[in-house]
Each structure stands twice: as C-alpha cells, then as structure tokens.
C-alpha cells in the first residue's frame, strides 16, 4: 500500500463529513471513489494527502504515519490533480508544469535543466508536447486537464490523486482523460485514485470502486462487485438499473425515468 | 523559454538595474533647476547647486527609490499572495490604517521619538491588515474577492477617522498634514530616509525570501501544500513584508498611490506570472518610476510643486490603460 487511510473520521466542524472510512490504494492500480454530491469524497482526498487532519483514525504513507510526514516528503510521494484550482491563464503549459517541480527541484530557487527536462517529459507522457509554449488560457478543457496531470507527474509522485477530473470535459476528452490515467498506472506502477460521479466512466477504466455515501464507504470490490442496481439505488436515492458495456463488459448505470419518486 | 533558469534571472535583473540606475542619474538633475552631474562632486558647502544637490536632490531620489521599490514589490506580493490583480496597499488598507495611526502618533510626544511615527505606522497597518484578514477568512483560506472588498472598507473607515482626526489638529498644523496626506516625497531629507529604509530593506527580504512560496500559490493553497509549500507560513510572511515596508513608506511620504498597483501589473506583462522574478523586477521598476515621477512633480509646475501622487497617476495611469488594451489586441 502506498497511501493507506485507517478508520477515519473528519470534517471540518463538530459533524464528520467522514466517518469510519478505510481505504488504500496499491501500486499499479486505479481506484475510482463514487458517490453522490456531498458524500465526502474531496475530503478523503484531502484527508489522504495531510490537507486536513482526521479528528479519529490515521493516514498512513508508505506504513508510517503521514502525520510524521514533512510537507515536502508527503510531496514526493503524491500529488493531486485538483478540480477548483485558480486557472494559471497567464502561465505557459511548461511554467505550469515546472510549478509540480516544486519538491524535486535541486536549486532552491531557480528550475535547473533536469527539471526543465522532466517537465518536458511529463507533458510528452499525456501527450502534450506540443503545448509547452502555449498560455493555459488558450488550451481547451481537455489540453488544460492533461497540463494539470503532467505537473503532478512533474512531481514523479508513487500516488496520484485526481479530484473530478473529467468535470466540464466533453466525452472524448473523458476518455482520453481515464485512459490515460489508467496507462499511467500500468506503465509506471502509480496508485491513482480518482473521486468522480461519473459512474460508468469510472467502471470502465478503474480495477476498483469504492462506493462513498453519506460519509462511509458502503461498497468496495471491482466495477462488477460494486455497482449493483440495488447499491446504486440506495446510494443514490433514486432508481437506478445497470446493465453490461457491449463493448468491454463493464457495468453500466442508469437512471430509470418515470420511476422517481 | 519561459522557466526561469539561473540566465534568464540574472538578465532580467541587469535590465531592471539599468533602468533603476539610469532613472537614478536623471531624476536629481530635474527640478525647477537643472542640475548637471558637473555640480554633483562636492559637498553642500558650495555652489547653490551643490546645496540644492546635495540637501534636498540627492536624500529625495534615495527616498524615492527605496519607497517605489517597497510599494511595488509590496503590491506585487500582495496581488500574487490574493490572486486578485486589484490588491494593493490602498484596496487592503494598509495605507489609511497606517496614515490614521501615524497622524496620530505625529500629533502626540510621539513625534519626538526617533523612528517613533514609523513603528506607529506598522502598527496601524498591521492593524488594518489584520482587520481584513480576520473579516475575510473562512475555510480554505482567504477568498480573493471578499478581501479586496473587506479591504476597501476597512480602508474607508481609517480614511474617515483620518478626517475626523484632522479636525482636531491645530489649524496651524493643518496644512503640513494634509500635504503628507496628499502623498510626496518632499519631506525632511536624510531624516525620513533614516527612519523609514530600514524597515523597507527589512521587508523587501522577508518578501523576496517568500516569492518561491507566493510562485506555488499561485495554483491555489491546497496544490501549493502537496507541492510541498508550509501555506501559512508563506502567507504570514507575504503579509508581514507586505504591511511593514509599505506603512513605513506611508509614515515618512503619505500615502503615494498607482505605484504599487500599476509598476506589479506592467512588470509582469514582461516578465510573465512568475513571482520569483516579478517580485524583484518590480522594486527595480517601482524604484526607478518612483524617482523619475518625483523628478516630473518638481518640474512641470516650477517653481512650485506637484504632488508626486499626482505624476504616478497621471502618467502611469493612462499609460497603464494603454498597455492593457494592448495587450488584449
């Protein structure tokens, strides 16, 4: 395991937005966490990478205490990919790669070649070379989402955190975005875990899903294990069928119309 | 080429040098009268151009010097830390809480200690800062609107206890305030440079010393901490710097605006985001435009004087306006 949370619970005022949350995350495979909106599942995310401290229950980086852990080498082990980030519009693709550097940077100060090289190399490996003197406020959704994965490869991290990142991109892009993700998992042996609403898209590229509601994990296993009807049902609060990808296999979830309630 | 390798900074700063050098090598030959750098050598025992030159000329350049360098660098810091390109010392209130406070200490025995009005400046800065961040923090840090906002308020307020203040000041003492409150460099020589470049020296060290954490925050808090950056402390320092040098400055000279709004921007259209770079490139060019402004404020309405805030505005403030659209075409 390389990020491992034991029996959380946390939130940021007297009510746990988490509660008694277990998970953790292997080399070499992607874990997709679903839920619904307000199921906690960016606080995990934080809660994992030491953002916010667990009122009850420990992080584990690597097997030791990611609360022992000093900022800087919880970032050389992992980096997020985050959803709400301030737009860098004024930085060019490889500033902004160069800013995930941060914590392997030789100087103090100043980007050294190796670090303009591995800049480089992170934007070549999400395929996006040719970006690397455009301004980010002239890429699209998708070329600014690959920028966002290259600087936290930039970071050559062991765990990869992605926080919704298929939101606002349009279905190419989403796929590209999670097959990418998964690429980088079997290439590299990166532990990714994505939180996403994306249901089907996640069952497609994940090796494992984690079902958050309402603050605990009701369902682990694979894409098939987790995403039952009568899961989804209840997680959601709305009826929901699922059936099989005809291409693939993988579980896909619908909602049923005329039948809420 | 836009990382910034160990050549690119060192050119950027040879190029913000010259100018800086340059600007400082004309500004004190401007004036109601010209003063070439043949009357330079000597001491303020000669000629009525080395008096002038050396008594009022040459403590006013250092003066303008040190305080550009500290509002832009201030300002720059301060745009970058809030992400929000309408941060300054005046939209934080830092500016009116330290001139309120320093008014006050200067009309009380507080103006006979040394470097007694200055301290009473941080004080009222510290104050006015501390004010907005306690009103405008919420989870997740500082949201960048509602502090310009929070901000702007807060300066208001010291402006209006500033006024009410001024009533009560001897009329005969009036008039000397409210020319300080009007913003120049026109003030007591050597004297207000001693008393107000330490603490600009001081925090133009904490802010460069923070501009490697302020380049990180620039993709917000939460990616800056997994990047390995300890936010608060970078946040903390970015303030302090911030709020020292510029209610120090704001003691000795008044409130001198556009500086540390305008020179940030300008730079930073040459220098692109990176703060590592705009922080240091903006006290260079806020120096040098601080200088060369003074120098326009005693010569275009000789032999009188034109408040220098006045000159940032209006020569800054068009050209400002220019470069923006420029930019967008």
């Known amino acids: 395991m390389i990020l491992e949370a034991h029996n959380i619970t946390a939130g940021y005022g007297s009510d746990p937005v988490l509660r008694d949350v277990s998970i953790g995350i292997e080399p070499g495979t992607f874990t997709a966490v679903i839920g619904p909106n307000g199921s906690g599942k960016t606080t995990l995310l934080r809660v994992l990478l030491g953002l916010l401290v667990p009122s009850s229950g420990e992080v584990c980086l690597e097997g030791k205490p990611l609360a022992g852990a000093s900022r800087l080498e919880v970032a050389r082990a992992a980096a997020l990919v985050a959803q709400d980030a301030p737009p860098l519009w004024d930085f060019t693709s490889l500033e902004a790669v160069l800013l995930g550097r941060h914590p392997r940077r030789a100087s103090a100060w100043f980007d050294g070649e190796e670090d303009i090289a591995a800049a480089r190399k992170a934007l070549a490996s999400v395929g996006a070379t040719d970006l690397e003197s455009r301004r980010v406020a002239t890429l699209s959704g998708g070329q600014q989402q690959r920028v966002a994965i290259a600087a936290a490869l930039a970071q050559e991290p062991r765990a990869l955190l992605l926080d919704e990142p298929t939101a606002n991109l349009d279905l190419a892009a989403q796929v590209s975005m999670y097959s990418l993700v998964r690429e980088l998992c079997r290439s590299r042996g990166i532990a990714a875990l994505a939180v996403t609403h994306d249901v089907t898209l996640a069952a497609m590229f994940s090796d494992r899903v984690a079902v958050l509601v309402k603050g605990r994990i009701v369902r682990i296993g694979t894409p098939a294990e987790a995403l039952t009807a009568e899961a989804m049902t209840e997680a959601f609060g709305t009826p929901i069928v699922v059936t099989t990808h005809p291409v693939g296999g993988s579980p896909v979830v619908l909602p049923s119309p005329g039948v809420g309630r | ?329």
Not at chain 2, 86 to 93: C, F, P, Q, R, V
Not at chain 2, 181 to 189: M, Q, R, W
């Open chain 2, 1 to 329: 080429m836009t990382a910034l390798t160990r050549n690119r900074f060192a050119w950027a700063i040879v190029a913000g040098l010259a100018f800086a050098a340059a600007a400082a090598l004309l500004a004190p030959m401007i004036g109601s009268r010209f003063i070439g750098w043949q009357s330079w050598p000597g001491d303020s025992g000669g000629t009525v151009e080395q008096q002038i030159f050396h008594t009022l000329r040459l403590p006013r350049v250092l003066l303008g010097l040190v305080v550009g360098a500290t509002l832009a660098m201030s300002g720059a810091a301060m745009q970058g830390w809030l992400r929000n390109p309408l941060a300054s010392e005046y939209t934080l209130g830092i500016s009116s809480g330290a001139a309120f406070v320093a008014l006050l200490a200067g009309e009380t025995a507080l103006a006979s200690v040394p470097g007694g009005v200055p301290v009473a400046g941080m004080i009222g800065g510290l104050t006015a800062i501390g004010l907005v961040w306690a009103l405008a923090r919420r989870r997740g840090g500082l949201a960048p609107g509602d502090t310009v906002l929070t901000g702007i308020t807060v300066s208001l307020l010291f402006s209006a206890l500033t006024i009410i203040a001024l009533n009560k000041v001897a009329s005969t003492r009036a008039v000397h305030v409210v020319r300080w409150l009007t913003g120049g460099l026109d003030t007591a020589g050597y004297d207000a440079l001693r008393q107000c470049a330490p603490w600009c020296a001081v925090s133009m060290v904490i802010l460069m010393a923070a501009s490697r954490d302020l380049h990180q925050l620039a993709a917000g808090e939460d990616l800056a901490a997994t990047r390995g950056v300890r936010v608060g402390r970078a946040q903390l320092l970015t303030l302090l710097g911030a709020s020292l040098g510029t209610a120090a400055a704001v003691s000795v000279c008044g409130p001198i605006g556009f500086v540390g709004l305008i020179v940030p921007h300008c730079v930073r259209l040459l220098t692109g985001p990176d703060a590592r770079l705009a922080l240091p490139i903006s006290a260079l060019a806020g120096a040098g435009f601080l200088a060369l402004c003074d120098g326009a404020a005693r010569y275009f309405s000789r032999p009188e004087e034109l408040p220098v805030g006045v000159i940032t505005a209006t020569i800054g403030g068009p050209f400002f306006l220019w470069l923006l659209r420029a930019r967008r075409n």
